[in-house]
């Protein structure tokens, strides 16, 4: 979504309130969810307003409304991607309305969308992934010697945590931040994870994560426990770190790693899942573990798998040369 659709006002229609009230309790929709469906309901009312010159009647909305919509759409020249979360927002909000008896039926309705560009998701290799796991150590010891524990010191060895956990788990940055010490099970290796709409998974987490979490609560005045944050927004604090921090820091230890800084935290998950199936685990496993509604998420990772095949087999293979090449 474009960052100054933030500055507009949410729609003060009540049914807009009460949905993202829902969005909110009811369904427990990550905060990414609710920014993104508020911003899309905004976009259209304000759309609505300049092209029609009043707020939209949402009961009295048809097909055709929403189809002038698509086109102005694809005049701003948006990608599919983001064409299509915003007609996601408004049909979740008609979907609602239905739901509440205020509508018998949804205005959007089977209305065609344009296809997504299928694009393979970036990961790292397990090189450049230990590479990366081992940047905040290599800026510890690049960093002042003091008698005392700094802050700056426990930072870094609550970022190789992190690190070493995004990884073991392939946790969404939300999951991360919102980890309990509650939630780790250290004789099972397991962590429970709380996803979106509040489903709620186990996850195995591997030794040396465990140990990076363990490391980095021995350098804390106070190490939490019960119901406070794996993650510390501060050594001094009780607060969890925020996502906000997790990519910024991110960007610092990919610099450090000779890696591209512009790879984002998602990237890391999609590595995890790259380099499961590579070593052989199947796709409904890695659907369970990764939290996924369908497996038609998970699959895309599958074209990754098989595209360094095809690459292995050409290299490798006497007779691989392809037909008409």
């Not at 998602?266 to 990764?290: F, I, P």
Request: some cysteine.
């Amino acid at each position: 979504m474009k960052a100054d659709a933030t500055k507009e006002p949410i729609p003060k229609n009540p049914w807009v309130i009460q949905f993202l009230n829902h969005l909110a309790t009811d369904r427990g929709a990550s905060v990414y969810t609710q920014r993104n469906y508020a911003q899309a309901l905004t976009e259209f009312c304000r759309w609505h307003q300049q092209e029609r010159q009043q707020a939209p009647d949402w009961a009295g909305l048809v097909r055709d409304d929403f189809r002038s919509y698509l086109r102005y759409l694809g005049r701003m020249a948006l990608r599919r991607a983001a064409v299509r979360l915003r007609f996601s927002a408004l049909r979740s909000f008609y979907k609602y309305l239905v739901q509440l008896g205020r509508l018998e039926s949804s205005p959007i309705k089977n209305l065609s969308m344009p296809k997504v560009e299928r694009r393979l998701p970036k990961f790292l290799t397990v090189p450049q992934m230990l590479d990366l796991l081992k940047a905040p150590l290599r800026e510890l010891e690049a960093g002042p010697k003091t008698g005392r524990e700094s802050a700056a010191a426990s930072a870094c060895w609550r970022d190789v945590a992190w690190l070493e956990t995004l990884y073991s788990c392939g946790l969404r940055i939300g999951e991360l931040c919102g980890l309990r010490v509650e939630d780790l099970d250290w004789a099972e290796q397991v962590v429970r994870v709380r996803g979106k709409g509040k489903k709620e998974r186990l996850v195995p987490i591997g030794a040396p994560a465990l140990e990076a979490i363990r490391h980095y609560w021995s350098h804390l005045p106070r190490p939490p426990a019960g119901a406070l944050p794996v993650f510390l927004v501060h050594p001094k604090k009780t607060e969890p770190i925020y996502p906000r921090i997790v990519q910024l820091r991110l960007k610092r230890y990919l610099r450090l790693a000779g890696l591209d800084p512009g790879l984002t935290p998602h990237k890391l998950r999609h590595s995890y899942a790259t380099h499961l199936l590579d070593a052989g685990a199947d796709l409904r496993s890695v659907q369970e573990l990764l939290g996924h509604a369908h497996l038609v998420s998970t699959q895309v990772y599958t074209h990754l798998t098989t595209e360094r095949l095809k690459q292995a087999y050409d290299q490798a293979h006497p007779r691989a040369y392809r037909a008409n090449s």
